[in-house]
T-cell receptor, first 115, second 112 residues
Framework: NAGVMQNPRHLVRRRGQEARLRCSPM?????VYWYRQLPEEGLKFMVY????????ESGMPKERFSAEFPKEGPSILRIQQVVRGDSAAYFC?????????????FGSGTQLSVL | QQPVQSPQAVILREGEDAVINCSSS?????VHWYRQKHGEAPVFLMI?????EQKGHEKISASFNEKKQQSSLYLTASQLSYSGTYFC?????????????FGTGTKLQVIP
């Protein structure tokens, strides 16, 4: 009974490269949320997706960042031309439904380090 | 609008009690509480939906005062396993879908 799976667990990129972070939600969950966490800080909402649709991307930078959740396969958070400020832990969470008061199940996160 | 948590950090001896507060400048629909251990995923503790509601999880309980736009998490007779960072997450009145905004966290350390 796998939980939310994220990979890779750690990702090192040089400035200017692309980073791709993957998230497979829990079985039966079709709602995915991405959060970013800087050291000693809280979880900052980035984007909320349902299968094939971006519902709310208000927390995602307009440039270089994109997210998708295709019909088949995991959700992908893509960061192009990474900069040092992108270094952070990126957490994905999933929920069964979209109603308010659904609990979120988090993955173990991807620690992105930009050299 | 990010909820504000207090205190930012607290150290307890095993068996002591603690209260963590979470307040919002906006009207709240619900409050979530999660605990995160270092290097791990946040883990769900509880959701409070109604004003005045109280819920419990082992020796951890919480209250939600809708009028004051506040929630408090109560840790009773703390154990070493309670160490971690506690986050409250808030939802403003329903906008058609769920969106949880988290506070900056309260770091709790329980020592023997």
């Amino acid at each position: 009974n796998a939980g939310v799976m994220q990979n890779p667990r750690h990702l090192v990129r040089r400035r200017g490269q692309e980073a791709r972070l993957r998230c497979s939600p829990m079985k039966g969950h079709s709602h995915v949320y991405w959060y970013r966490q800087l050291p000693e800080e809280g979880l900052k909402f980035m984007v909320y997706l349902q299968k094939e649709n971006i519902i709310d991307e208000s927390g995602m930078p307009k440039e270089r960042f994109s997210a998708e959740f295709p019909k088949e396969g995991p959700s992908i958070l893509r960061i192009q031309q990474v900069v040092r400020g992108d270094s952070a832990a990126y957490f994905c969470a999933s929920s069964k439904g979209a109603q308010n008061n659904e609990k979120l199940f988090f993955g173990s996160g991807t620690q992105l380090s930009v050299l | 609008q990010q909820p504000v948590q207090s205190p930012q950090a607290v150290i307890l001896r095993e068996g002591e009690d603690a209260v963590i507060n979470c307040s919002s400048s906006k009207a709240l629909y619900s409050v979530h509480w999660y605990r995160q251990k270092h290097g791990e995923a946040p883990v769900f503790l509880m959701i409070l939906l109604k004003g005045g509601e109280q819920k419990g999880h082992e020796k951890i309980s919480a209250s939600f005062n809708e009028k004051k736009q506040q929630s408090s998490l109560y840790l009773t007779a703390s154990q070493l396993s309670y160490s971690g960072t506690y986050f409250c997450g808030t939802e403003i009145p329903p906008g058609g879908y769920q969106k949880v905004t988290f506070g900056t966290g309260t770091k709790l350390q329980v020592i023997p």
